[in-house]
């Protein structure tokens, strides 16, 4: 109290703004300090969630391939090939965005590792195409054609011949049961009566020339059917494979969608508590230097109304010729100490005009 007796009221109000002020300028550093982790936060859960939503492309885009995959093999059309073709190219720039989010080494790796593990799949299924266009698709195509168009010259060549029809007969039967079943038995027997057909030959009544032909055709027959053999056998064999190579890239993705989800709700969950604690710290602060600024306010505010009113409380009792009235507030060396001052100097004049006026009528009656 002290302090303000000999503060200018200017200054007094001037602190009262300055502490305001003050008050805001905290109020604002604390803001901008509280909220900037807020941003980091933000787009950590804007980036997570990002790459839980790519995880689920790959993941989408690679169950559409098997889809493809699976149709493909079940309807030998190629259009199912085509698309396979194409949603390898919808599917790849997701794995570049996954790098984008996922700048840890071990991620990066395991996220070219996945990449790789794809393309290897891709590149596997257009082998297993590729193959199957060789055996033929359609199946008047490719070696398909050839068996098909061997067959039918050598069942017309041996239509006079019966009993090597009947030979060739079962040779084409096994030829059938081995395309559907793909057993090695069959594939055995068709080598066994090719070789009963040969020795048959020998003794039919054939001209060397039509015996020379149809050994050709047996021959060419049977080269084409090992062909289509090896290829189906290398085909299921590749199947096996693309399965594999599709479970082997599920850890992965699991593990980028389990880690982006909880990274996501860690991110989300410290958003909303920086955002709790920094409401909390605000309020708090803006209470506090509002209690600060109003107990200031009424202090200062009754150091000055309080030696104000005493001032004029002074005036007034000189006014009505009090002079024992003691002046208050002299000690103060502002505004308020100058009034009061001057009111001390009037009750002197006062008193002084009050002896005068005595003295003079005292001797007046001497």
């Known amino acids: 109290m002290s302090v303000l007796k000999n503060l200018k009221i200017g200054a007094q109000i001037a602190l009262i703004a300055g502490i305001a002020i003050m008050g805001f300028v905290i109020v604002g550093v604390m803001y901008i300090t509280s909220t900037t ?18 995880v689920a492309e790959v993941t989408k885009g690679f169950l559409t391939e098997r889809r493809n995959e699976k149709d493909f093999f079940l309807r030998m059309d190629l259009k199912y090939a085509e698309r396979h073709k194409a949603e390898v190219a919808n599917v790849l720039p997701y794995f570049e965005k996954l790098k984008e989010i996922h700048q840890e080494p071990d991620e990066q790796q ?5 990449e790789e593990i794809f ?6 299924f257009n082998e297993v195409v590729e193959d199957w266009k060789e055996i033929g698709l359609p199946q ?20 006079p011949h019966p009993e090597l029809l009947v030979v060739f007969l079962e040779m084409r039967e096994h030829e059938k049961s081995f395309m559907l079943t793909l057993s090695e038995n069959d594939r055995t ?5 090719a070789d009963e057909f040969r020795a048959a030959l020998v003794d039919e009544d054939l001209s060397e020339a039509e015996k020379a032909e149809v050994a050709d055709d047996i021959v060419q027959y049977q080269k084409a059917f090992e062909q289509v053999a090896s290829l189906r ?23 980028f969608d389990e880690k982006g989800s909880a990274d996501a709700l860690a991110a989300t969950e410290a958003l909303e508590e920086n955002k709790a604690s920094t409401f909390s710290l605000m309020a708090t602060t803006i209470g506090v230097v509002t209690v600060i600024v109003l107990m200031l306010g009424y202090v200062i505010g009754r ?19 009090n002079l ?8 103060y060396t502002n505004e308020v100490g100058t009034m009061t001052k001057a009111v001390e100097v009037f009750k002197e004049n006062a008193i002084e005009n009050k002896r005068l006026e005595a003295q003079s009528e005292e001797e007046r009656k001497d």
């Open 37 to 54: 982790p807020q941003a980091g936060f933000a787009e950590t859960q804007k980036s997570e969630s990002a790459g839980v939503l790519y």
């Open 110 to 114: 395991l996220v070219g590792e996945m």
């Open 119 to 124: 393309l290897a799949y891709a590149a596997q």
């Open 140 to 159: 008047k195509e490719g070696l398909y054609k050839i068996l098909n168009d061997l067959g039918e010259e050598v069942v017309g060549d041996l239509k």
């Open 189 to 193: 027997s068709l080598a066994a009566f």
């Open 233 to 255: 056998a290398e085909i299921a064999g590749d199947q096996k494979v693309l399965s594999a190579t599709f479970a082997s890239i599920i850890p992965g993705l699991e593990f």
């Open 303 to 321: 150091g000055i109304s309080k030696p104000l009113a005493e001032v004029a409380g002074n005036m007034d009792e000189l006014a009505k010729g």
């Open 324 to 331: 024992d009235k003691e002046i208050l507030n002299t000690d």
